[in-house]
């Protein structure tokens, strides 16, 4: 099992940007594929973003490619979601997600989750 513990999340007006960042602890990070996923209120858990154990590989949901992009650290054991140009839809909890399959294809896939922190785009 691995202890995920996010940050950077705030208040932030619309086209502003914010970085989120993700530590890992409890085993080796470059096992797991990484993803982030978000939930607002009253609606599903939803895919962001993920990133492969090496970083070599990434995909995005198709509502913040181009704006998101996801990175990681092994030496520093975290994962970061950069996100530019906010719109206030992205208002929602943010989580990051392990993977050590790397055949994860939904929330289910995941087997270790942060605590999540909130952000919130203003109009």
């Known amino acids: 099992q691995v202890q995920l513990v996010e940050s950077g999340g705030g208040l932030v007006q619309a086209g502003e940007s914010l970085k989120l960042s993700c530590v890992a602890s409890?085993?080796?990070?470059?096992?797991?594929?990484m993803s982030w996923f978000r939930q607002a209120p009253g609606r599903e858990r939803e895919f962001v973003a993920r990133?492969?154990?090496?970083?070599?590989?990434?995909s995005y949901a198709d509502s913040v490619k181009g704006r998101f992009t996801i990175s990681r650290d092994n030496a520093k054991n975290t994962v970061s979601l950069q996100m530019n140009t906010l719109k206030p839809e992205d208002t929602a909890v943010y989580y990051c997600a392990a993977d050590i399959s790397g055949r994860a294809t939904d929330a289910t896939g995941y087997t270790d989750w942060g605590q999540g922190t909130q952000v919130t785009v203003s109009s």
């Open positions: 409890g085993r080796t990070f470059s096992n797991y594929f």
């Open positions: 990133i492969s154990r090496l970083g070599t590989s990434r």
